[in-house]
Each structure stands twice: as C-alpha cells, then as structure tokens.
C-alpha cells in the first residue's frame, strides 16, 4: 500500500486546504509511521502490544499530542490529533487505539478538568510517555448507559474507597493511570458520579487477564476490579458529582479520534483492493469493480469532512457535540462498509498476505462501531439534536 492519501494528486484534502504548517505535520507522521509503526503491523495485529511504537511516539512528543507546551507536550490541535490518528490506523489499528485512548480520554480529561496541582503532577508524565493512560467508564451493565454504572466510591476521612469493576477497558496493564468513573451518591442518578485520577499501582486495583476480541488484537483490553482501592480526595477530577460532565467531554473529543482510526482503516482496505485489483487487471479493472471503489472513495471522502468539521469546531470553542456524533457514525459505517466490499472486490484473488490484511482490516472496523459510544447511542444524540430536545 503505497498511495498515502485519497486524492494522491490534489492539493486539497477532504475539500479543506489543510495550512502549509498542518500538511507537514501530516507528511511528519507518515515518515514516522512508515518507519515505527507499518513494519510492526503484522506482528501487532496478530496479538503483540504495540511497545516499540508507543515507546517512540514517546520519543517523537506524539504521547503529549494535544497537552499544553507548559506541560510538556506539543500543545497541537484536534485536526493535527484527527490526522495523527488516521495515518497511525492506515498502518496499524491496534496501534492508533492505544494511542488515541491515551491521548484523548486517557489524557483530555486530566487538562480540561484537573486541578492545577493535578495537572503539574500528571501531565508531564504523561505527554513524555512514563505514563500511559487509560479511561474507565463501561461495566457489565452500564456502557451506553453511563448513568447506571454500579461502581460505589465512598468518602473515608481524605480518601475514598472505589469498589466495583470495569470491563473492555482498552490499555489496562499497560497503563500508568487510569480515570474511572464511580458513584458517589447512587440517589441522584447521572449527579452523584463522580471521576477519579486512580494509579495503576494503588492498593486495590487489579487488572484482569486480557479479553479475547474479534479485532484489534495487539490492543490491551481486560477488566479492572476494584476492591477497597483508596484513593486519595486530592486524586478527584473536579467536584464531586461532576464526573458525568467529565465523562461527556472526554467522549465528545474522543469521538473525533475514532472516527479518524475508522478513516484510517478504510482507507486502507481501499488501498489494498486498489493495489491487488491493478496487479491482477492491470488497466483493465471490471467497471463493476471501478463503481465499487468509487462508492468507497465517496464515502470516505464524506467522512473526513465530518471528521475534520468537528475538529475545527472543537478547536474553535464551538458546539461539537452533534458533528462529533455525526462524523464517528459516518465514519465507523464505512470503515465496515470499505473492508466488507474490499474482500468481495478481491476475494476471487488469492494472494494469502493481502488476504490476511483485509480480513485483519475488517475486524478491527468493527469495534470502531461499538466503543466511545455506540452508533446507536449516537444516533439517540443526532436525532435528539433534530428533534430539538
């Protein structure tokens, strides 16, 4: 796969002309991926965690991607974070979650609701890769319904004890710290969660074995169990009651970083076709085939656009709640939609390791579907938004 982009030859990008500063950044990080992230691929992708590749996103300042440069990090905006995260999933799913959960809810709620104090303590560690980060909301029965989640923190004198569980919790036993979200007062419904800056060494948390997936393979995912964990009240995000408000934020901007793994992924199904159907036709692709990669070629188009949209939205300050969820479902379908019609494209083909790439890209889009949210939960927030309400 050696086309970089959709429209190789345009000078436009998603039909917005990217800065000549933003364009080589993204030229930046295709270097960087070509040399730490694409050869370790396969091997990722078959199950291995993606350290050499964090271990130099460390080294590069991409782990401290959008903290502040007054914490160390590069302090760049969520269109830089949505292109970072695309040209690392075109290569390598796995390694664009781990990085994107990092970065984003593992990270954004720290600077958008810490203390000082928690700021100056975390966010350097952070954004120069002695800490990865991890966010812990779903359980067994609250996930979509975040309000419903059964994990209790109770005050005791300057600590809380967190009892409870967390599970599909990407990153886990990888990661340094963890924000996980508790019930401080079960009568109050959304109002009485509250979110935690909780290490992953503090007594009480242990991480369980790692969860077998359709996809995404080299990306850690297990269950927390928390029992007795103390946390100290200091370790707090925000007053308590506030961690829904938390949560939301995180999952709002976290959205724009998935809809960009799902772009990553699809393009490079389309790549992987493009590339297999010219090597078996040569310019004589079937116009039934030249009509498929269109529609894949349109609707990623579409996407990005959305993707991109939010991002300058959210950098300029406005309401992205909406386009966020618009662009995460566009996304995430077609990344489905391109892996699925890439095989039917090429599956008369039978080239084992471009084979065993598209099966690979087509169960990693699968859980782009599911996490920060699922497309029907961000359906219920489009249509509510249509609605009115």
């Given at each position: 796969m050696s086309a970089p982009g959709i429209i190789a030859s345009g000078s436009r990008?998603?039909?917005?002309?990217?800065?000549?500063?933003?364009?080589?950044?993204?030229?930046?990080?295709?270097?960087?991926?070509?040399?730490?992230?694409?050869?370790y691929a396969d091997a990722v992708g078959c199950g291995t965690f993606p350290q050499h590749s964090l271990t130099s996103a460390a080294e590069h300042g991409y782990m401290g991607i959008v903290v502040p440069a007054a914490y160390g990090g590069m302090g760049r905006d969520h269109l830089s974070f949505a292109i970072f995260v695309e040209e690392v999933a075109y290569a390598c799913a796995s390694t664009a979650v781990a990085l994107d959960v990092h970065a984003s809810v593992g990270t954004e709620p720290l600077i958008l609701t810490g203390s000082d104090e928690q700021k100056a303590r975390y966010l350097p560690l952070l954004s120069d890769g002695s800490l990865l980060g991890a966010f812990a909301l779903t359980e067994p029965d609250a996930g979509s319904d975040a309000a419903a989640l059964r994990t209790i923190a109770r005050r005791d004198g300057d600590t809380y004890r967190l009892d409870g569980s967390k599970i599909f919790i990407s990153n886990a036993g990888h990661a340094g710290i963890y924000t996980i979200l508790a019930a401080t007062n079960r009568t109050v419904g959304s109002r009485g969660i509250s979110a935690f800056l909780v290490p992953a060494d503090s007594?009480?948390?242990?991480?369980?074995?790692?969860?077998?997936?359709?996809?995404?393979?080299?990306s850690a995912t297990a269950e927390l169990v928390l029992r007795n964990c103390r946390v100290p009240v200091s370790n707090m995000l925000g007053p308590e009651g506030a961690g829904f408000r938390v949560a939301m934020l995180a999952l709002d901007s976290g959205r724009i970083g998935i809809s960009a793994q799902a772009l990553g992924i699809a393009r490079a199904a389309l790549y992987e076709a493009i590339h297999l159907l010219k090597k078996h036709h040569g310019p004589d692709v079937p116009q039934g085939k030249q009509f498929v990669l269109a529609d894949i070629g349109t609707h990623i188009e579409a996407a990005r656009s959305l993707t991109w949209q939010a991002a300058r939205d959210c950098d300029a300050g406005e309401s992205f709640t909406t386009i966020a969820s618009m662009a995460k479902l566009l996304s995430t379908d077609t990344a489905m939609y391109a892996t699925s019609a890439a095989i039917d494209l090429v599956g008369d083909i039978m080239e084992p390791g471009a084979i065993a790439r598209l099966e690979r890209f087509f169960r990693d889009a699968k859980a782009t579907q599911l996490y920060e949210g699922t497309n029907q939960i961000?359906?219920?927030?489009?249509s509510r938004r249509l609605l009115g309400s």
């Open positions: 990008d998603a039909y917005f002309a990217l800065s000549e500063e933003i364009a080589g950044f993204r030229d930046q990080v295709r270097a960087w991926v070509a040399s730490h992230v694409a050869p007594e009480g948390l242990t991480v369980g074995p790692p969860q077998h997936k359709l996809g995404l393979l080299g961000q359906r219920v927030v489009i």
